[in-house]
C-alpha cells in the first residue's frame, strides 16, 4: 500500500523560511494529483497548496500566496513545500496527500484518499 513520509518540520522564526518534504513509498507518486494542508487545535483542516501531477500547474490558499511553493519532483518521487516570510499564523500541523475523488473540489479533504503522519511548523514571533 501507499505509505506517505514527511520531514521537514521545526521551529523557525517570523520572516525565516523552512522546507517541508514528502516522499512515497509503494507507489510512484508522478501518477497523482498532491495536496498540503494544516491544521492548528480546534479549526478544521485547512487547504495550502496544490499541484497537478505533472506539476505544470500549481494552486495556493489567498493566505499564502507568494510566500509558498508545492515544487515536485518525480525523479526522486517527492513534493515539498518551500515556504518563507513565514508568520506565526503558519504555525501548524502541515500534511501532504494524495488527491483521488475529483468530486469534491481541490480544496476539501474528502477528496484526498492518502496522508502523511503530519509534521509540526512552529514560527515564533
Known amino acids: 500500500q501507499v505509505q506517505l513520509v514527511e520531514s521537514g ?3 523557525v522564526q517570523a520572516g525565516g523560511s523552512l522546507r ?5 513509498s509503494g507507489r510512484t507518486l508522478s501518477s497523482y494529483r498532491m495536496g498540503w494542508f494544516r491544521q492548528t487545535p480546534g479549526k478544521e ?37 518551500q515556504m518563507s516570510s513565514l508568520k506565526p499564523a503558519d504555525t501548524a500541523v502541515y500534511y501532504c496527500a494524495i488527491r483521488a475523488d475529483l468530486r469534491w473540489p481541490r480544496d476539501r479533504e474528502e477528496g484526498y484518499a492518502y496522508w502523511g503522519q503530519g509534521t509540526q511548523v512552529t514560527v515564533s514571533s
Do not use: H, M, Q, W
Open 45 to 81: 483542516r485547512e487547504f495550502v497548496a496544490g499541484i497537478s501531477s505533472s506539476g505544470a500547474l500549481t494552486y495556493y490558499a489567498d493566505s499564502v500566496k507568494g510566500r509558498f511553493t508545492i515544487p515536485r519532483d518525480n525523479a526522486k518521487n517527492t513534493v515539498a513545500l
Open 20 to 24: 517541508l518534504s514528502c516522499a512515497a
Open 9 to 11: 518540520g521545526g521551529l
